[in-house]
């Protein structure tokens, strides 16, 4: 009996839980052209390989492919447009001395960038 009270008082906690993971997020407000372009100047592909953009073949970083898809970034960071702007535009503010580096990008651009990443499924 006390197992199915403890069952019964957690349906609503996994409910929910899985309610927050199947909603869609809304997409983030970049240019995705520019978005590409920005990646390719910004040498985004030495590290990462990403799809849709010629010679981002990196191994460095993880590769980006399914960014749109995946419920986490950063390792820790819930998949949202804001968070990954937060992790493209200063990404040592997220955690101090990881691998990846500030890149001096402008607000719009790393919102460019997300919005590149998040076409991609």
Known sequence: MR???????????????????SAAAPGPSGDVQ???????????????????????????GPPLDHMAERTIIAGFLP?????????????QAIVPGNAMPNM????DEA?????YLYTLR
Do not use: Y
Not at 79 to 91: G, K, L, S, V
Not at 111 to 115: L, Q
């Open 3 to 21: 197992f199915f009270l403890i069952v019964l008082a957690a349906l609503p906690c996994l409910a929910g839980c899985d309610v927050w993971q």
């Open 34 to 60: 520019q978005g590409a372009q920005l990646i390719v100047k910004s040498g985004c592909g030495t590290c990462h390989e990403i799809p849709g953009i010629s010679g981002a073949d990196g191994h460095v």
């Open 104 to 107: 001096e990008l402008k607000d």
């Open 111 to 115: 919102k460019d960038i997300t919005a």
């Open 79 to 91: 998949n949202t447009p804001d968070n990954m702007r937060a992790w493209i535009e200063n990404p």
